[in-house]
């Protein structure tokens, strides 16, 4: 560890002073760290450039960073490759870079949480490949799932199910074996009946709570064990079967056995280690994850999915309000991560077509992507404008809000990278159908001019747009109408505000305007309708856009005083 004794200090100091249990309120930055700041000018982000920005992200008010994959890695699935869980990428910087980051964010009072992804390795995982060197049956490949093919000659797969990412969730090795890897060919499934899977987990867990992480966010939380009882089943019968806990895939019972001894191991530090599961399952299986028994925090995606409408948002903050108090956690807010197109893009598109569940029938802007973004369609103000009213609506509900870098500068989807510099394997596995998630992880924007807009001299790894100008934090920083200062003033007033985890719903007369009270007095008001609403009165604190006094215009947010 390399803090000085006085940064520790003052780190306590700072970290002590807050409530207890930090995390249950708490405002979640997320760093994509290959685009976020780039020190050394090799194009990728790095981690001294994260350290750099200690003071912006202290400034932005955020109580904790979570930090995306920054392990080495081949990048074939931006990071979420791991090839080793206990080490820095060398093109990101060293593990003492690592702690001067820990120890510059704790300074400021920021919480520091890491990703841990497992559900698979990368293929340069030292595991896979002593499991390529190794023979059919060897104590190598059982850390991983290796089947014998079918047909004649075995050429064919084990069974008929498709990656994540496109095509077979099979590949086969020179020797004629086949491996699972329910994401990219690089990234083979581990297998978590194996012992020394699950001790060296803890290992890594202990690893980076030793070195003063705070959290961890579990990637792919409901996949990691599996019944692979012969025979498999196909891909139709798979998904015929209920999600029930007993699915042999999907979000089974026993996954909570792994967080059981993760939780014990979380709890021997102080303050306890806290974690966020991904876990894509049914919205009644939610708490299972959340529990205090098991990782204590799961995600909500379901605004990633919504519309900018007062009645799906209503809906969403009802159900996950009930479900957080099922497990006693608190619940997470959404509307941007690094998998998803942006919010503000989203809310600026048509509304995508519906399936039965209410679900968009494709990724929300896919097809805008697909067409290089170039169709008129996208209302750049507008979206902008809903995507700001709904961040203030969900920086005033209770629970953890989780942002992702960039959406403080109102950061539209970059759709215009050209194939040929396109990055995500969603992209080269469907192949072309999806255009990937390239456009929401493009470096960021920190100064109007400059090579790469000052994200570091040497380029950037994905291409910027020109409009990324408007946007930089330089433009941004100051300026009163910025969305910048939006978030800065939000996040500050937030502190201030936060009060118990209950919410009021105040009838507003009008099904596009939704309106709640927090126990302490606070008010949050949004217009998600084009006509004004006429408030009662005239104590704004915050508005997402242009308020007259006494009104909520369209597609706007108002804070009100607690009384
Ligand atoms: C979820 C991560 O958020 C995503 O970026 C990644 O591709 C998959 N898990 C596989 O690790």
């Known amino acids: 560890m390399t803090s000085a ?64 994959p920054f392990y080495p890695s081949e990048l074939a699935d931006g990071g979420y490759d791991v090839a080793d869980y206990r080490n820095v990428d060398p093109r990101l910087g060293t593990l003492a870079d690592f702690d001067a980051l820990v120890a510059a964010l704790h300074a400021r009072g920021i919480r520091v949480v890491v990703d841990i992804v497992p559900n698979h390795t990368s293929d340069r995982h030292v595991w896979f490949e002593e499991a390529l060197a190794s023979a059919p049956g060897s104590a190598a490949r059982e850390r991983y799932i290796f089947r014998e093919g079918t047909g004649p000659d075995g050429a064919l797969p084990p069974t008929d199910w498709e990656s994540m990412f496109g095509g077979s969730a099979w590949e086969r090795v020179p020797d004629g074996q086949w491996y699972l890897h329910h994401f990219a060919v690089e990234q083979p499934d581990l297998n978590w009946d194996n012992q020394e899977v699950r001790a060296d987990f803890v290992r890594t867990l202990r690893f980076w709570s030793d070195r003063g992480v705070d959290g961890f966010r579990i990637d792919v939380a409901h996949m990691l064990t599996k019944d692979l009882t012969e025979p498999l089943p196909s891909k139709a019968e798979l998904e015929a079967m209920p999600r029930d806990g007993r699915h042999p895939l999907i979000d089974r019972d026993d996954v909570h056995d792994v967080y059981a001894e993760w939780r014990r191991v979380f709890n021997e530090y102080d303050p306890p280690r806290t974690a966020v599961a991904e876990a894509w399952v049914d919205s009644s299986r939610v708490p299972l994850y959340a529990s205090a028994e098991s990782l204590g925090q799961a995600f909500n995606f379901e605004l990633l999915e919504a519309d900018f409408e007062a009645g799906q948002f209503q809906r969403i ?30 809310y600026g598109l048509p509304h995508p077509e519906r399936d039965a569940d209410g679900r968009p029938a494709r990724k929300h802007g896919n097809e805008w992507l697909l067409s290089g973004g170039m169709q008129p369609v996208l209302d750049r103000v507008g979206g902008l404008r809903r995507a700001r009213a709904a961040t203030l609506f969900v920086l005033g509900l209770p629970g953890s809000a989780y942002l992702y870098q960039g959406e403080e500068l109102g950061l539209h989807e970059v759709a ?52 990324f100008a408007l946007h930089a934090v330089d433009v941004e920083d100051g300026r009163p109408d910025s969305t910048l200062t939006m978030y800065r003033r939000a996040l500050a007033l937030r502190h201030e505000l936060q009060t118990d985890e209950e919410l009021d719903w105040i009838d507003t007369g009008r099904a596009d305007v939704l309106r709640f009270a927090r126990p302490n007095g606070w008010q949050v008001v949004t217009n998600f309708g084009t006509e004004p609403f006429e408030l009662d009165r005239a104590d704004v604190l915050l508005a997402s856009d242009e308020a007259p006094l006494g009104i909520v215009p369209g597609e706007t947010t108002v804070w009100l005083a607690p009384n």
Do not use: M
């Open 317 to 346: 903050v009802r159900d996950n309000l009930a479900l957080a108090k099922l497990s006693g956690s608190s619940t997470t807010w959404v509307l941007s991560n690094h998998d998803v197109v942006r919010h503000p893009t989203r």
């Open 5 to 68: 004794p006085n940064t520790q200090l003052q780190t306590e100091a700072l970290l002590d002073s807050e409530k207890a249990p930090w995390w249950r309120q708490a405002a979640v930055y997320q760093v994509y760290p290959r685009s976020f700041a780039d020190a050394d000018g090799d194009g990728l982000g790095d981690i001294p450039g994260i350290a750099s920005k200690a003071d912006y992200l202290a400034e932005l008010g955020i109580d904790a960073v979570w930090l995306s």
């Open 416 to 467: 215009e990278i050209p194939d040929a510099l396109r990055q995500d394997p969603t992209f080269f596995r469907s192949p072309g159908v999806d255009k990937g998630r390239d456009g929401c992880r493009v470096p960021l924007p920190w100064s109007e001019g400059g090579r790469s807009f000052g994200f570091g001299d040497g380029g950037a790894h994905l291409p910027q747009p020109s409009w």
